[in-house]
Antibody
C-alpha cells in the first residue's frame, strides 16, 4: 500500500525555520518525481515545490524562492522541505504528493505550519 | 502561467442529480495534462481523473472527464451523498509544473 506521511509542522515565529519531512512507503520512491503543495486555511491548492526522481530538476513557486529548499534521500525513501525566513502568509497545511502520468496520484495527510508571533 | 478558472464557484444539487463542473484554461492545455481532484473537509485531495478523461484507480464510473484545448468538464452522472465536496482541476505543462483552479464546491441542495 502506498503511503506518504508528513511530519515537522508546528508553530513558528515570523523569520523562523522549519524542516518538513515526507516518509514514503509501498512503492519504489526513487522512480517518482515528488511535490510539496500547500493549502492556506479556507483556500485552494498551491504547488510550492517539485523535484524529479534524481533531483536533476527542481522548481519553486516565486513566493518561496530563496527561502525554501526541497531535497530528497532516495536511500531513505524521504522527501524534505527546508523552510527559512517564514512569513505569516506561509501558514498552511503542507502536503507531499507523488507525480504519476501528469497527475498527483497519492497524497499524504498533511502537516500544519502556523507562522505567528 | 496558465490560469484555470472553475465554474460555478458553488453548485447546489440533490442526491441522484447529474453534476457538470467546468474548468477553463487561459491557454490551450494538452489533453494528457489535465486532472481532477476531490477534497472533503479535513482530508487531502484525492485524484479522480487524469489525462482529462481517465479514471484513477478505484474511482466509480459515475465520474467522467471530458474536454480538450481550453475547456474541460467533470461530470458526475448520479450524485451520491459522499460526492458532496470541493473539486479542483489541475494542469501540467507550460513553464511551471502545475497550477490549480480555485475549486468548485458541490453542496447538497
Amino acid at each position: 500500500e502506498v503511503q506518504l506521511v508528513e511530519s515537522g509542522g508546528g508553530l513558528v515565529q515570523p523569520g523562523g525555520s522549519l524542516r518538513l519531512s515526507c516518509a514514503a512507503s509501498g512503492f519504489t520512491f526513487s522512480y517518482y518525481s515528488m511535490n510539496w503543495v500547500r493549502q492556506a486555511p479556507g483556500k485552494g491548492l498551491e504547488c510550492v515545490s517539485y523535484i524529479t526522481s534524481t533531483s536533476s530538476t527542481i522548481y519553486y513557486t516565486d513566493s518561496v524562492k530563496g527561502r525554501f529548499t526541497i531535497s530528497r534521500d532516495n536511500a531513505k525513501n524521504s522527501l524534505y522541505l527546508q523552510m527559512n525566513s517564514l512569513r505569516a502568509e506561509d501558514t498552511a497545511v503542507y502536503y507531499c504528493a507523488r507525480t504519476y502520468s501528469s497527475s498527483w496520484d497519492y497524497w499524504g495527510q498533511g502537516t500544519l505550519v502556523t507562522v505567528s508571533s | 502561467e496558465i490560469v484555470l478558472t472553475q465554474s460555478p464557484g458553488t453548485l447546489s444539487l440533490s442526491p441522484g442529480e447529474r453534476a457538470s463542473l467546468s474548468c477553463r484554461a487561459s491557454q490551450s492545455v494538452g489533453s494528457s495534462y489535465l486532472a481532477w481532484y476531490q477534497q472533503k473537509p479535513g482530508q487531502a485531495p484525492r485524484l479522480l481523473i487524469y489525462g482529462a478523461s481517465s479514471r484513477a484507480t478505484g474511482i466509480p464510473d459515475r465520474f467522467s472527464g471530458s474536454g480538450s484545448g481550453t475547456d474541460f468538464t467533470l461530470t458526475i452522472s448520479r450524485l451520491e451523498p459522499e460526492d458532496f465536496a470541493v473539486y479542483y482541476c489541475q494542469q501540467f505543462g507550460s513553464s511551471v509544473p502545475s497550477t490549480f483552479g480555485q475549486g468548485t464546491k458541490l453542496e447538497i441542495k
